[in-house]
């Protein structure tokens, strides 16, 4: 719907500046508890990319703010203008001073509908970031955003471009609301599962609906606990250079292979180092949010090492690899690995000593497939419903282009 290229001119579409069909609203509230208003939005509460506001404040906490809003006039973000936060109001409130509100001037001219396509079209925030005026906290100013051009189409275009671009709304957002509430059901059944082990003997787990029997042992008797080879600039060159992970490598349950660095290992050194299908890794030294945070090494990497800021727990035969993992990321989520590292003001240490004496749950290797079976699953459906609200985006992002190509 914008015009970069001055292209000609379909019937009935016709070039148009932002102001001339869209108004800045200046309704404001000195006082919006008195005045009935209980909801305020500030940036925080506006996500990139989502239209929708999941998030706000209560005007009854305290609030400076006094611009109002109401249900479907658009929430444009105007302080750093490239995080793209734009958002249709579904109720009324007061909004911060850095948070324009938009209305069509005349719905005749403009489907209100539209409006909040064309404020997240790349055009727009291309200019909108453009515009912006300071380094730090860089803000565009209504008199800039007046003047972004774009090509409105004619009303029939706008309404079928509406539908389409509601339906792939639409999609997006019902599969990643599937994508949060399966990974809700992820960490109730992690804590559901766990939190029933943490008694010594017969135990049971509510959605097995079966006793089990449950000992606890060292983490050091349940797998080889290793901290990884220490870097040293002597180490960046040489004959035997290997490729190593580090904690910048290691996620919640994935390990990121973009960026791998290398150091020379020499044969022993590489024989103790090496990474093996099945290895746990843990982020040794972390925030005390993330310290411990673990994934498993699928021989993501032929031949690879790993530095002292991981930790690498390798099962023993009793042991899944996956139970192992899904143990370490409840021993993260509730702070237990916090417990035992050793704290500086920013840094949480874990410590492969600390680490080898924590306990560990364990059951039959029976029960240990039926519970990872049980995570996996959810598990393995997150990352599909991501993947298809990525679809529902691009499809809606080739919309926008669609129109702004005529």
Known sequence: MSDKNNKTLKPGWRRVKFGDVVRLSKARSQDPLADGIERYVGLEHLEPGDLRIRSWGSVADGVTFTSVFQPGQVLFGKRRAYQRKVAVADFSGVC???????ETKDAQVLLPELLPFICQTDAFFDHAVGTSA?????????????DFEFMLPPMDEQQRLIRLLLNAEAARTAAEDAATHSEKLRKSLLFETFDALQGDGTVRIPFLATE????WVKARDAGQILMGRQ?????????????????????????????????????????????????????????RELVGRSAIFRDDIPDCCFQ?????????????????????QYCQYTSRFVQISKQTTS???????????????????DVQKAIVEALSAVVAAIPQLKKRAKTASAIRNQVLMEGASR
């Open 96 to 102: 911060s001073g850095d948070i324009y509100v938009l």
């Open 134 to 146: 300071g380094s730090l906290s860089p803000r565009t100013n209504w008199t800039s955003l007046a």
């Open 212 to 215: 089990i029997d449950c000992r």
């Open 231 to 287: 870097l040293s600039p002597k180490y960046k060159t040489g004959k035997n250079t290997r490729k190593y992970l580090r904690v910048a490598n290691v996620f919640d349950g994935f390990i990121d292979t973009s960026d791998v660095n290398e150091m020379d290992f020499n044969e022993s050194e590489f024989a103790t180092f090496r990474l093996q299908s099945g290895d746990v890794l843990l982020n040794e030294g972390q925030s």
């Open 308 to 328: 002292n800021t991981l930790i690498r727990f390798r099962p023993n035969a009793e042991v899944m690899s996956e139970f192992a993992h899904y143990y370490f």
């Open 347 to 365: 840094i949480a240490h874990l410590g492969v000593q600390r680490f080898a004496e924590m306990n560990f749950p364990l059951v039959s290797i």
